[in-house]
């Protein structure tokens, strides 16, 4: 009976190094090109100015790559995060301090808050359905 728990042992022992090492193999170029080549994208430039964020409203296509610049024009530090994407987008800016990040805008809405410091000081908007594509 011991026999057969160490033979267990050792075969859970060898699956997850296998797993471990097919899980760190590269990803085929062709297959990521291909998937980024298929994401439109669309480009963002925020700026923070005497203490408001400019432009205050944005809005992208559900479904689009976001290329975020956010630039920090003001003589304090600020933090922002992106109500919704927080995930996605939280960032500590100094003065003068750019920052870039990209991400899949994929839940739609109008009322995506941008947060200063936990204040909202502007809204991205998501524009698309809620449903996937091809469901009813």
């Given at each position: 009976m011991n026999r057969r728990y160490a033979l267990l042992?050792?075969?859970?022992?060898?699956?997850?190094l296998l797993l471990s090492f097919v899980t760190r193999l590269p990803r085929h170029p062709?297959?990521?090109?291909?998937t980024s080549a298929e994401t439109p994208e669309t480009v963002l430039t925020l700026a923070f100015r005497e203490g408001r964020l400019d432009p205050e409203r944005v809005s992208v296509p559900k479904g689009h790559r976001?290329?975020?610049?956010?630039?920090?024009?003001?003589?304090?530090?600020?933090?922002?995060?992106?109500?919704?994407?927080?995930?996605?987008?939280?960032i500590a800016l100094g003065p003068?301090?750019?920052?870039?990040?990209?991400?899949?805008a994929d839940l739609p809405g109008d009322d995506f808050a941008w947060m200063r410091d936990d204040r909202p000081v502007g809204v991205l908007r998501v524009t698309g359905?809620?449903?996937?594509?091809?469901?009813?």
């Open positions: 042992a050792a075969l859970l022992v060898v699956a997850a062709a297959a990521e090109r291909a976001v290329t975020l610049t956010v630039v920090n024009q003001d003589r304090e530090p600020v933090s922002l995060t992106l109500g919704g994407y927080q995930d996605r987008v939280h003068g301090e750019t920052w870039r990040c990209s991400f899949v359905s809620h449903l996937e594509e091809g469901h009813r």
